[in-house]
T-cell receptor
């Protein structure tokens, strides 16, 4: 079983709709959770971090964390063509151990 | 504020040769990380520096890989001798390492191709 699992996609969403990206992780002791966006050939760019159960909203982005289910998701509202990218879920096992464990990423395409 | 920079952006070498990758972290960031993405796989952790000290090198694949961070500023990752399976994109990231601010900022990566 992979440590961090994501559906590789591609996920196609019409412009203006909600894109929903999902991630599960195997280490129940994981503490920090991150969503990175990566455009082709570019560096991963952090868009959301979440540490506590529940929802965290930042503009059009909402991260959701459920530690009991070992599940973290990212919702993108009012999807724009510029949101087309690969979204990487990353998990930090515990405080003091800062290495990130990544999923393979979900490729998202927003259809105009 | 300048971001994390990496050099070169691409490197093509033959099996058995040596390659050195360089990473310049964001100024003031004590933490520096190396990661690697092999084709079709996830980004994987290689090692973590705090200033000039290796905090965690559990991800280094073997002793053909040598990372240094002299003076706690830029870092180099040397692969010697390179093998075919070393091909991939090598990312560097840095962070402040302060409580409540563990965001890792990534560089654009070095794409290494070993022929």
């Amino acid at each position: 079983q992979k440590e961090v699992e994501q559906n590789s996609g591609p996920l196609s969403v019409p412009e203006g709709a909600i894109a929903s990206l999902n991630c599960t992780y195997s280490d129940r002791g994981s503490q920090s959770f991150f969503w990175y966006r990566q455009y082709s050939g570019k560096s991963p760019e952090l868009i959301m971090s979440i540490y506590s159960n529940g929802d965290k909203e930042d503009g059009r982005f909402t991260a959701q964390l459920n530690k009991a289910s070992q599940y973290v998701s990212l919702l993108i509202r009012d999807s724009q063509p510029s949101d087309s990218a690969t979204y990487l879920c990353a998990v930090n096992a515990d405080f003091g151990n800062e290495k990130l464990t990544f999923g393979t990423g979900t490729r998202l395409t927003i259809i105009p | 504020e300048a971001g994390v920079t990496q050099f070169p952006s691409h490197s093509v070498i033959e099996k058995g040769q040596t390659v050195t990758l360089r990473c310049d972290p964001i100024s003031g960031h004590d933490n520096l990380y190396w990661y690697r993405r092999v084709m079709g796989k996830e980004i994987k952790f290689l090692l973590h520096f705090v200033k000039e000290s290796k905090q965690d090198e559990s991800g280094m694949p073997n002793n053909r890989f040598l990372a240094e961070r002299t003076g706690g500023t830029y870092s180099t990752l040397k692969v010697q001798p390179a093998e075919l399976e070393d091909s991939g994109v090598y990312f560097c990231a840095s962070s402040r390492g302060l409580a409540g601010d563990d965001t890792q900022y990534f560089g654009p990566g070095t794409r290494l191709t070993v022929l």
